[in-house]
């Protein structure tokens, strides 16, 4: 149970510059992914050494960054007040992921006619788009429809939408509001149900919505009690060990291609958030939350404060980063051979996203702490 508001008044906490440098490594880490072919996206980021990846959590951590923030504008303003700031932002979100889905859109169906790239409409699944766009829009717009690249922003805002009725059931019944998300997780891992999403979807919102809670979760807890996980050995050692298998795994893998593991396979399903990835995914931020002080020195070096800058303006990156990573991947189909590209396009694309963010930051200061 919650302590008492009654007794304390609730307080906005320090900003944990941790949270910030983490989630602008996670936009480095999603354009490193998408940017297939490239060395980095296969052996510079952390998804590359286990059985999970980014995406998990840049959930998690909306979630308990968004809890923590609806907590406590309910606590001054009213349960009421706080879920429609929370639909305002998924409604604003929304607007984003439209623009950004017909942005996308029309790059690829030009990039098959104009560069050309054949056979990249049916790659990313734009085929409903180009083909039946009067059936594809509307899907979009019902969150429905979600080719390569646009399946992540509509989880994040089904779960938005859903989080004050989430936070709701836990300030009633505590820890039992878990078992909501956690069925709806449970049943599509058996096939029970699945999100009705034209075309399929690369990540499936029944399931991945299950993070994004337990994120929440965990951010309301931090919150009323200051902290949200304790530290127990047994904890780290499992955690660690889960760490090691995954990274043992992905070795092995490299060793030998050709070794294949149906079980694996599916206990480690990102479409599904398989069970193995999930617990790979919370184990990593167990580490992070106990292993990492929250404000350590070398947060405040140059390399660390451009991470931070990208990770405050995070939304902003990612939109960036998904459209220099299919550039970067264009360009090694188009350039097979030419082995410098890689290094070069990496770094820049790198260099693009953190100067992002820091443009992003100053535009918004006010002009005398940008001075500064």
């Known amino acids: 149970m919650a302590p008492s508001t009654a007794t304390r008044a609730l307080a906005r906490p320090p900003r944990d510059v941790r949270l910030d440098v983490i989630r602008g490594w996670l936009q480095v880490s999603i354009f490193g992914a998408h940017a ?11 998804a590359a050494w ?15 960054v968004l809890a923590s923030v609806h ?36 790059l690829i169906l030009w990039s098959e006619m104009g560069i050309p790239l054949p056979g990249e409409v049916t790659r990313l699944g734009w085929g409903p788009l180009a083909h039946h766009p009067f059936l594809a829009l509307p899907a979009a717009a019902l969150l429905l429809y979600m080719p390569v690249f646009m399946d992540i922003l509509p989880v994040f805002i089904l779960s938005m ?98 070794i294949d593991s149906e079980t694996l396979a599916i206990l480690t399903s990102k479409t599904h958030l398989g069970p193995l990835a999930l617990l790979h995914a919370l184990a990593l931020a167990y580490l992070v939350a106990v292993l990492v002080p929250k404000d350590a020195p070398w947060m405040h ?54 100067a992002q963010g820091v443009l992003t930051e100053r535009r918004r200061l006010p002009p005398a702490l940008v001075a500064r």
Request: hydrophobic share 55%; net charge positive.
């Open 71 to 106: 907590t406590l504008k309910s606590e001054r303003e009213g349960a009421w007040a706080a879920a429609r700031d929370i639909w305002r932002r998924a409604f604003r979100l929304w607007l984003v992921h439209l623009l950004l889905f017909l942005m996308t859109g029309a």
């Open 301 to 354: 070096h140059p390399l660390a404060q451009l991470m931070a800058a990208a990770g405050r303006h995070s939304l902003d990156v990612f939109r960036t980063g998904l459209f220099l990573a299919w550039g970067v991947t264009v360009a090694f189909r188009l350039a097979p051979g030419a082995w410098w590209l890689d290094p070069v396009l990496t770094l820049l694309g790198v260099g693009i996203l953190l």
């Open 161 to 258: 939408l859903a989080l004050p009725g989430f936070l709701w059931l836990t300030h009633r019944i505590g820890v039992p509001a878990l078992i909501v998300p956690a069925l709806l997780w449970g049943g599509v891992q058996f096939g029970l149900w699945h999100w009705p999403a034209l075309s399929g979807t690369g990540l499936e919102p029944l399931a991945w919505q299950f993070v994004f809670m337990l994120g929440a979760w965990f951010g309301r807890r931090a919150l009323l009690w200051g902290g949200a996980v304790r530290r127990h050995g047994w904890a780290i050692a499992a955690s660690v060990m889960l760490v090691l298998a995954g990274m043992s795994w992905s070795i092995i893998q490299r060793i030998d291609p050709a």
């Open 36 to 46: 297939v072919g490239s060395a980095f996206g296969s052996y510079g980021i952390h």
């Open 50 to 64: 286990g059985f999970s990846d980014s995406s998990e959590q840049f959930l998690f951590l909306s979630g308990f």
